[in-house]
C-alpha cells in the first residue's frame, strides 16, 4: 500500500514571495503519478500540477513548480510570487500507474495562507 | 463542459436514517471514482466504476454503503443507516480513458445528529 505525508499541516506566506510545500511518498512501485491538488475554501478540489515518475525533468505550471526526487520518494511544491487567490488547502497525491483503478492516495494536506 | 456536479450539496439526517447522494460526472468521462473527506484529512478513496461495472471497493466501504452507476452515466451513493461517524464531505470525480487527471465535483457535506 502506498502512504503520502505531508508534513506541514499549515503555512503562510507574504504576498509575492514564495513558498515551498513539502510532500514525502512510500510505495514499492517503479512507474507512478504524483500530483498536487488545491482546494480552495468552499470550492471544488482541482489539479495544480502532475509529474510522471519516469520523467526526471522537473514538471512546471506557470508560477507552479516541482522538486521531484524519487530516490527520496520526495515531491516538494513551489509557488513563487504567491497571490491571494492561492491561499488554499494543498494535498499531494499518489497514482499507480498499473492496473486500471486510478485512485488517488491524498496526504492530510497543507492549509496555505497567503497574507497581503 | 459542465464539470462535476453533485447532488445535494448538504444533507443533514437523522441517525439511523437513509441517505443517497448523486454524482454527475463530465459526459465524455468513462470513470468515476468515490471519496469521503473527513475534517483535517485528505480524502480516502470509497469506490471505482468504469463505465457502469463497479471494479474497486475499500474496505472503508461497509456493507451499510452501496453505490451504483446505471448505464454509465450518473451515479449514486447510498448509506443505510447512517450513523454519526458517517458525517464527512462525499467527493465525486470522474476521468477519461487513459486520462490521469480526475476532475472533482464540489462534494456533498453529510452532517448525521
Known amino acids: 500500500a502506498q502512504t503520502v505525508t505531508q508534513s506541514q499541516p499549515e503555512m503562510s506566506v507574504q504576498e509575492a514571495e514564495t513558498v515551498t510545500l513539502s510532500c514525502t511518498y512510500d510505495t514499492s512501485e517503479s512507474n507512478y503519478y504524483l500530483f498536487w491538488y488545491k482546494q480552495p475554501p468552499s470550492r471544488q478540489m482541482i489539479l495544480v500540477i502532475r509529474q510522471e515518475a519516469y520523467k526526471q525533468q522537473n514538471a512546471t505550471e506557470n508560477r507552479f513548480s516541482v522538486n521531484f526526487q524519487k530516490a527520496a520518494k520526495s515531491f516538494s511544491l513551489k509557488i513563487s510570487d504567491s497571490q491571494l487567490g492561492d491561499t488554499a488547502m494543498y494535498f499531494c497525491?499518489?497514482?499507480?500507474?498499473?492496473?486500471?483503478?486510478?485512485?488517488?492516495?491524498f496526504g492530510k494536506g497543507t492549509l496555505l495562507t497567503v497574507n497581503p | 463542459d459542465t464539470g462535476v456536479s453533485q447532488d445535494p450539496r448538504h444533507k443533514i439526517t437523522k441517525r439511523g436514517q437513509n441517505v443517497t447522494f448523486r454524482c454527475d460526472p463530465i459526459?465524455?468521462?468513462?470513470?468515476l471514482y468515490w471519496y469521503r473527506q473527513t475534517l483535517g484529512q485528505g480524502p480516502e478513496f470509497l469506490t471505482y466504476?468504469?463505465?457502469?461495472?463497479?471494479?474497486?471497493k475499500s474496505r472503508l466501504l461497509s456493507d451499510r454503503f452501496s453505490a451504483e452507476r446505471p448505464k454509465g452515466s450518473f451515479s449514486t451513493l447510498e448509506i443505510q443507516r447512517t450513523e454519526q461517524g458517517d458525517s464527512a464531505m462525499y467527493l465525486c470525480a470522474s476521468s477519461q480513458g487513459s486520462g490521469y487527471e480526475q476532475y472533482f465535483g464540489p462534494g456533498t457535506r453529510l452532517t448525521v445528529t
Open positions: 466504476f468504469q463505465n457502469e461495472a463497479q471494479l474497486e
Open positions: 459526459s465524455e468521462h468513462n470513470r
Open positions: 497525491a499518489f497514482m499507480k500507474e498499473s492496473g486500471s483503478n486510478y485512485k488517488l492516495t
